[in-house]
């Protein structure tokens, strides 16, 4: 048991009935080779992926419930572009003065949610987030495209 985060990226596939034939998507459900015949492929909306994983990032955690979600604990909540661009700059801005680790993206304890030092754990995590992030930004569609921040413990 302990904290499990995600952030999810939803992509809205527009294949609502009066779209032109070019603007459409075309998706292919199988498994084994073989079309899997109990999911329509011409109703799928949206295509859910999971873009990044964390484990007990605490302090991860208690930046989206106090950015994204007005400090309510939900258990899914929508992150805008500037929300995650916000997050990258905070945690360049630890990982450039580690010192300022505790005021700009402090630890929160609670029920199995970990550590609460800035110790290896907490910066190897902040690097990881880091890549995984700018990666996401390059590569995202906002037109298209939604992220979801969602936890469980």
Not at 14 to 35: A, L, Q, S, V
Not at 93 to 105: G, I
């Amino acid at each position: 048991m302990g904290l499990d985060m995600y952030l999810e990226k939803r992509h809205y596939i527009p294949n609502y009935f009066g779209i032109e034939e070019e603007n459409k998507y075309k998706i292919e459900i199988t498994k084994g080779g073989r079309e899997v015949p109990y999911i329509n492929p011409d109703k799928i909306t949206n295509i859910t992926e999971e873009c990044i994983y964390w484990r007990k990032a605490n302090a991860i955690h208690l930046w989206f419930i106090d950015n994204c979600a007005e400090g309510n604990n939900d258990n899914e909540m929508h992150v805008t572009p500037d929300k995650l661009e916000e997050l990258l700059d905070i945690i360049n801005k630890v990982l450039e003065n580690t010192r300022e680790a505790s005021e700009l993206l402090p630890t929160t304890s609670g029920f199995f949610f970990g550590d609460t030092n800035y110790g290896e754990y907490y910066f190897e995590t902040l690097k990881d987030t880091k890549k995984q992030l700018e990666e996401l930004m390059e590569s995202t569609n906002w037109e298209n495209q939604d992220y979801y921040y969602i936890a469980s413990w």
